[in-house]
Protein backbone atom coordinates (compact mmCIF):
# COMPACT_ATOMS: atom_id res chain seq x y z
CA UNK A 1 0.00 0.00 0.00
CA UNK A 2 1.21 3.42 -1.17
CA UNK A 3 0.09 6.81 0.84
CA UNK A 4 0.92 10.13 -0.01
CA UNK A 5 0.27 12.93 3.16
CA UNK A 6 0.01 16.15 1.82
CA UNK A 7 0.35 18.48 4.70
CA UNK A 8 2.43 16.39 6.78
CA UNK A 9 1.67 18.57 10.10
CA UNK A 10 1.35 17.10 13.59
CA UNK A 11 -2.05 15.05 12.19
CA UNK A 12 -0.51 13.95 8.93
CA UNK A 13 3.07 13.58 10.14
CA UNK A 14 1.45 11.17 13.45
CA UNK A 15 -0.94 9.36 10.66
CA UNK A 16 2.15 8.66 8.47
CA UNK A 17 4.35 7.42 11.06
CA UNK A 18 1.60 5.09 12.17
CA UNK A 19 0.98 3.69 8.83
CA UNK A 20 4.77 3.38 8.01
CA UNK A 21 5.13 1.43 11.57
CA UNK A 22 2.34 -1.01 10.38
CA UNK A 23 4.29 -1.47 6.85
CA UNK A 24 2.94 0.64 4.31
CA UNK A 25 5.32 3.10 1.61
CA UNK A 26 4.69 6.09 3.20
CA UNK A 27 5.64 9.35 1.71
CA UNK A 28 5.13 12.66 3.39
CA UNK A 29 4.94 16.11 1.88
CA UNK A 30 5.81 18.99 3.80
CA UNK A 31 8.09 22.21 4.00
CA UNK A 32 11.11 23.95 5.85
CA UNK A 33 12.61 23.24 9.27
CA UNK A 34 9.47 20.52 9.49
CA UNK A 35 10.70 18.78 6.40
CA UNK A 36 14.42 18.87 6.81
CA UNK A 37 14.24 17.36 10.75
CA UNK A 38 11.97 14.46 9.02
CA UNK A 39 14.45 14.01 6.25
CA UNK A 40 17.20 13.51 8.84
CA UNK A 41 15.52 11.76 11.93
CA UNK A 42 12.95 10.57 10.94
CA UNK A 43 8.93 11.37 12.50
CA UNK A 44 9.94 11.39 16.07
CA UNK A 45 6.43 10.78 18.37
CA UNK A 46 6.25 11.22 21.79
CA UNK A 47 3.42 9.16 23.14
CA UNK A 48 2.26 8.37 26.21
CA UNK A 49 1.62 4.81 24.57
CA UNK A 50 5.21 4.73 23.59
CA UNK A 51 7.83 7.03 21.94
CA UNK A 52 8.89 5.61 18.65
CA UNK A 53 10.38 7.06 15.07
CA UNK A 54 9.43 6.50 11.44
CA UNK A 55 12.49 6.88 9.36
CA UNK A 56 9.12 7.34 5.97
CA UNK A 57 9.90 9.13 3.29
CA UNK A 58 9.68 12.81 2.64
CA UNK A 59 9.94 15.86 -0.09
CA UNK A 60 8.38 18.59 -0.67
CA UNK A 61 7.60 17.57 -4.43
CA UNK A 62 4.89 15.59 -5.24
CA UNK A 63 5.89 14.59 -8.64
CA UNK A 64 8.78 13.12 -6.98
CA UNK A 65 6.65 10.47 -5.43
CA UNK A 66 4.58 9.61 -7.70
CA UNK A 67 0.73 7.82 -7.94
CA UNK A 68 -0.19 6.20 -4.41
CA UNK A 69 -3.36 4.19 -3.52
CA UNK A 70 -4.09 6.83 -0.99
CA UNK A 71 -3.94 10.51 -0.22
CA UNK A 72 -3.88 11.55 3.01
CA UNK A 73 -5.23 15.48 3.20
CA UNK A 74 -3.03 16.99 5.81
CA UNK A 75 -3.98 20.96 4.88
CA UNK A 76 -6.47 23.09 6.16
CA UNK A 77 -9.58 22.94 4.36
CA UNK A 78 -9.46 26.40 3.21
CA UNK A 79 -6.50 25.79 1.09
CA UNK A 80 -7.98 22.61 -0.70
CA UNK A 81 -8.99 24.44 -3.49
CA UNK A 82 -6.01 25.54 -4.02
CA UNK A 83 -4.05 22.47 -3.83
CA UNK A 84 -4.42 20.83 -7.36
CA UNK A 85 -0.89 21.30 -8.42
CA UNK A 86 0.47 19.53 -5.59
CA UNK A 87 -2.07 17.15 -5.46
CA UNK A 88 -1.83 16.52 -9.54
CA UNK A 89 0.76 13.60 -9.35
CA UNK A 90 -0.73 11.58 -7.13
CA UNK A 91 -3.85 9.96 -8.27
CA UNK A 92 -4.02 6.93 -10.20
CA UNK A 93 -7.44 5.65 -11.35
CA UNK A 94 -8.68 4.04 -8.20
CA UNK A 95 -6.72 6.67 -5.34
CA UNK A 96 -8.85 7.49 -2.45
CA UNK A 97 -8.18 10.79 -1.15
CA UNK A 98 -8.72 10.74 2.16
CA UNK A 99 -9.52 14.82 3.63
CA UNK A 100 -8.72 15.16 7.97
CA UNK A 101 -11.47 17.31 8.49
CA UNK A 102 -13.70 17.46 11.18
CA UNK A 103 -16.83 18.65 10.34
CA UNK A 104 -19.09 18.91 6.91
CA UNK A 105 -16.62 18.04 3.97
CA UNK A 106 -17.21 19.57 0.41
CA UNK A 107 -18.26 15.80 -0.79
CA UNK A 108 -21.37 15.57 1.63
CA UNK A 109 -24.53 14.78 -0.91
CA UNK A 110 -22.49 12.60 -2.93
CA UNK A 111 -24.15 9.37 -3.42
CA UNK A 112 -26.41 10.44 0.26
CA UNK A 113 -29.45 9.92 -1.66
CA UNK A 114 -32.84 12.34 -1.32
CA UNK A 115 -33.90 14.71 -2.61
CA UNK A 116 -30.49 16.63 -1.63
CA UNK A 117 -28.38 13.49 -3.90
CA UNK A 118 -24.70 15.43 -5.58
CA UNK A 119 -25.86 19.14 -4.28
CA UNK A 120 -22.65 20.88 -4.27
CA UNK A 121 -22.58 22.99 -0.46
CA UNK A 122 -22.00 26.38 -1.29
CA UNK A 123 -20.92 26.79 2.38
CA UNK A 124 -17.67 24.56 1.94
CA UNK A 125 -17.38 24.94 -1.56
CA UNK A 126 -18.51 27.94 -3.30
CA UNK A 127 -16.96 28.13 -6.44
CA UNK A 128 -16.83 24.66 -7.04
CA UNK A 129 -13.37 24.62 -7.27
CA UNK A 130 -12.89 22.32 -4.25
CA UNK A 131 -14.53 19.45 -6.07
CA UNK A 132 -12.91 19.98 -9.54
CA UNK A 133 -8.95 19.63 -7.87
CA UNK A 134 -11.26 16.92 -5.35
CA UNK A 135 -13.56 14.79 -7.14
CA UNK A 136 -16.09 13.17 -4.76
CA UNK A 137 -16.07 9.43 -6.56
CA UNK A 138 -12.30 10.10 -5.27
CA UNK A 139 -13.26 11.22 -1.15
CA UNK A 140 -13.28 9.06 2.37
CA UNK A 141 -14.77 10.50 4.90
CA UNK A 142 -12.61 11.04 8.25
CA UNK A 143 -13.05 11.64 11.52
CA UNK A 144 -10.04 12.52 13.93
CA UNK A 145 -10.20 11.64 17.39
CA UNK A 146 -6.46 11.98 17.95
CA UNK A 147 -4.68 15.42 19.61
CA UNK A 148 -1.30 15.80 18.21
CA UNK A 149 0.75 18.81 18.38
CA UNK A 150 4.33 19.73 16.86
CA UNK A 151 6.79 19.87 19.40
CA UNK A 152 9.34 20.89 17.57
CA UNK A 153 10.27 20.35 13.74
CA UNK A 154 10.05 16.52 13.06
CA UNK A 155 8.47 16.09 16.70
CA UNK A 156 4.73 14.38 17.14
CA UNK A 157 3.87 15.15 20.69
CA UNK A 158 0.85 12.73 20.79
CA UNK A 159 -1.01 13.99 23.73
CA UNK A 160 -4.38 11.29 23.39
CA UNK A 161 -6.72 9.66 21.42
CA UNK A 162 -6.05 7.33 18.04
CA UNK A 163 -9.19 6.75 16.81
CA UNK A 164 -9.52 7.57 13.09
CA UNK A 165 -13.40 6.74 11.95
CA UNK A 166 -12.80 6.55 8.17
CA UNK A 167 -16.16 5.51 5.69
CA UNK A 168 -17.49 5.88 2.12
CA UNK A 169 -19.95 8.77 1.24
CA UNK A 170 -22.45 6.14 0.60
CA UNK A 171 -22.09 4.20 3.44
CA UNK A 172 -21.27 0.64 2.08
CA UNK A 173 -18.38 -0.93 3.59
CA UNK A 174 -15.51 -0.75 0.64
CA UNK A 175 -12.53 -2.43 -0.15
CA UNK A 176 -10.54 0.53 -0.16
CA UNK A 177 -11.89 1.51 3.48
CA UNK A 178 -11.10 -1.81 4.61
CA UNK A 179 -7.66 -1.92 3.42
CA UNK A 180 -7.00 1.43 4.91
CA UNK A 181 -8.63 0.15 8.21
CA UNK A 182 -6.76 -2.76 8.42
CA UNK A 183 -3.30 -0.68 7.49
CA UNK A 184 -4.18 1.29 10.25
CA UNK A 185 -4.37 -1.72 12.55
CA UNK A 186 -1.54 -3.32 12.84
CA UNK A 187 -0.55 -7.37 13.96
CA UNK A 188 2.74 -8.76 15.40
CA UNK A 189 5.11 -11.28 15.96
CA UNK A 190 5.45 -12.38 20.23
CA UNK A 191 8.88 -13.20 20.38
CA UNK A 192 10.65 -15.42 22.95
CA UNK A 193 6.77 -17.28 23.73
CA UNK A 194 4.30 -16.48 25.75
CA UNK A 195 6.53 -14.51 28.45
CA UNK A 196 7.96 -12.66 25.87
CA UNK A 197 7.28 -9.07 23.94
CA UNK A 198 5.73 -7.96 20.60
CA UNK A 199 7.71 -6.53 17.71
CA UNK A 200 5.60 -4.84 15.13
CA UNK A 201 5.13 -5.02 11.15
CA UNK A 202 7.77 -2.50 10.43
CA UNK A 203 10.37 -3.92 12.83
CA UNK A 204 10.44 -7.34 11.16
CA UNK A 205 13.96 -7.48 10.05
CA UNK A 206 15.69 -6.81 13.50
CA UNK A 207 18.31 -9.49 13.72
CA UNK A 208 16.84 -13.07 15.82
CA UNK A 209 20.04 -12.31 18.20
CA UNK A 210 20.01 -11.58 21.98
CA UNK A 211 21.68 -8.29 21.00
CA UNK A 212 19.53 -7.24 17.83
CA UNK A 213 16.00 -8.28 19.65
CA UNK A 214 17.22 -6.42 23.16
CA UNK A 215 18.34 -3.34 21.31
CA UNK A 216 14.68 -3.41 19.27
CA UNK A 217 13.03 -3.67 22.75
CA UNK A 218 11.35 -7.43 23.23
CA UNK A 219 13.76 -9.71 24.14
CA UNK A 220 14.90 -13.51 22.21
CA UNK A 221 13.82 -15.24 25.06
CA UNK A 222 13.65 -19.11 23.98
CA UNK A 223 13.55 -18.51 20.95
CA UNK A 224 10.22 -18.81 19.79
CA UNK A 225 8.07 -16.81 17.32
CA UNK A 226 4.49 -16.60 17.52
CA UNK A 227 2.65 -14.73 14.53
CA UNK A 228 -0.54 -12.86 15.62
CA UNK A 229 -2.79 -10.73 13.41
CA UNK A 230 -4.67 -7.49 14.22
CA UNK A 231 -7.03 -8.84 17.01
CA UNK A 232 -4.09 -9.99 18.81
CA UNK A 233 -5.86 -12.74 20.97
CA UNK A 234 -3.86 -11.63 24.30
CA UNK A 235 -6.53 -14.01 26.41
CA UNK A 236 -4.98 -17.35 25.32
CA UNK A 237 -1.93 -15.55 26.28
CA UNK A 238 -3.79 -14.70 29.72
CA UNK A 239 -5.55 -18.39 29.89
CA UNK A 240 -1.97 -20.47 29.70
CA UNK A 241 -0.53 -18.15 32.65
CA UNK A 242 -3.92 -18.56 34.78
CA UNK A 243 -3.62 -22.50 34.08
CA UNK A 244 0.47 -22.98 34.40
CA UNK A 245 0.54 -20.92 37.79
CA UNK A 246 1.18 -23.63 40.58
CA UNK A 247 -0.32 -21.13 42.99
CA UNK A 248 2.36 -21.29 45.82
CA UNK A 249 2.43 -17.54 45.94
CA UNK A 250 -0.27 -15.26 45.76
CA UNK A 251 0.59 -12.21 43.66
CA UNK A 252 0.80 -14.89 41.05
CA UNK A 253 -2.02 -17.37 42.07
CA UNK A 254 -4.63 -13.86 42.08
CA UNK A 255 -2.87 -11.86 39.52
CA UNK A 256 -2.90 -14.20 36.74
CA UNK A 257 -6.88 -14.59 37.23
CA UNK A 258 -7.15 -10.72 38.03
CA UNK A 259 -5.46 -9.96 34.40
CA UNK A 260 -7.98 -12.79 32.49
CA UNK A 261 -10.63 -11.06 34.30
CA UNK A 262 -9.40 -7.54 33.04
CA UNK A 263 -8.79 -8.98 29.50
CA UNK A 264 -12.62 -10.56 28.98
CA UNK A 265 -14.14 -7.28 30.01
CA UNK A 266 -12.41 -4.94 27.82
CA UNK A 267 -11.91 -7.61 24.58
CA UNK A 268 -14.46 -5.47 22.87
CA UNK A 269 -13.18 -2.37 24.29
CA UNK A 270 -11.23 0.53 22.99
CA UNK A 271 -10.27 4.20 24.27
CA UNK A 272 -11.49 5.62 27.39
CA UNK A 273 -13.88 2.31 27.69
CA UNK A 274 -10.71 0.01 28.07
CA UNK A 275 -8.51 2.93 30.26
CA UNK A 276 -9.78 1.60 33.81
CA UNK A 277 -8.95 -2.08 33.29
CA UNK A 278 -6.01 -1.41 31.17
CA UNK A 279 -4.69 0.76 34.46
CA UNK A 280 -6.03 -2.02 36.72
CA UNK A 281 -3.89 -4.63 34.19
CA UNK A 282 -0.94 -2.81 34.72
CA UNK A 283 -1.36 -2.15 38.84
CA UNK A 284 -1.84 -6.07 38.77
CA UNK A 285 1.20 -6.77 36.38
CA UNK A 286 3.38 -4.23 38.64
CA UNK A 287 2.68 -6.66 41.32
CA UNK A 288 3.63 -9.99 39.76
CA UNK A 289 6.59 -8.67 38.39
CA UNK A 290 7.99 -7.73 41.67
CA UNK A 291 6.38 -10.14 44.62
CA UNK A 292 6.27 -13.45 42.58
CA UNK A 293 8.50 -16.29 43.71
CA UNK A 294 9.73 -17.70 40.22
CA UNK A 295 9.80 -16.19 36.30
CA UNK A 296 6.55 -17.49 35.69
CA UNK A 297 4.61 -15.18 37.77
CA UNK A 298 7.55 -11.90 36.68
CA UNK A 299 6.94 -12.54 33.03
CA UNK A 300 3.32 -12.96 33.22
CA UNK A 301 2.25 -9.99 32.19
CA UNK A 302 5.16 -9.06 29.69
CA UNK A 303 3.14 -9.60 26.53
CA UNK A 304 0.07 -7.99 27.59
CA UNK A 305 2.06 -5.14 28.27
CA UNK A 306 4.22 -5.71 25.32
CA UNK A 307 0.53 -5.50 23.15
CA UNK A 308 -0.74 -2.39 25.04
CA UNK A 309 2.32 -0.80 24.66
CA UNK A 310 4.06 -1.40 21.23
CA UNK A 311 1.23 -2.64 19.74
CA UNK A 312 -1.91 0.10 20.38
CA UNK A 313 -4.16 -2.88 21.87
CA UNK A 314 -7.54 -1.32 23.44
CA UNK A 315 -6.93 2.34 21.41
S1 LIG B 1 5.22 -17.37 40.60
FE1 LIG B 1 5.90 -19.42 40.40
S2 LIG B 1 5.78 -20.21 42.50
FE2 LIG B 1 4.48 -18.38 42.45
S3 LIG B 1 2.44 -19.22 41.96
FE3 LIG B 1 3.43 -18.61 40.04
S4 LIG B 1 4.30 -20.49 39.27
FE4 LIG B 1 3.89 -20.80 41.43
Known amino acids: MKVAVLGAGAI ?33 VRS ?10 A ?36 TAVVAAQNGIPWWYFHRHGGPYDGRRLQ ?19 CVVYAATELEQPGVVRHLEGTRFSIGEPGRDVSARCLALSEAM ?27 GTRQAGPTLGSGVVMAFDDT ?6 AEFFR ?5 QCVPCRVGTVRQEEALRRIVEHTGAAAADDITLLREVGRAMRDASICGLGQTAWNAVESAIDRLGAYE
Open 12 to 44: GAYVGAALHRAGADVHLIARGPHLAAMRRYGVR
Open 48 to 57: PRGDFTAHTR
Open 59 to 94: TDDPAEVGPVDYVFLGLKANSYAACGPLIEPLPHDT
Open 123 to 141: SVDPSGAVSAVLAPERAVG
Open 185 to 211: RSGGLLLGGAAGGFVRPDELDIPLTFE
Open 232 to 237: VPLLRV
Open 243 to 247: DESCG
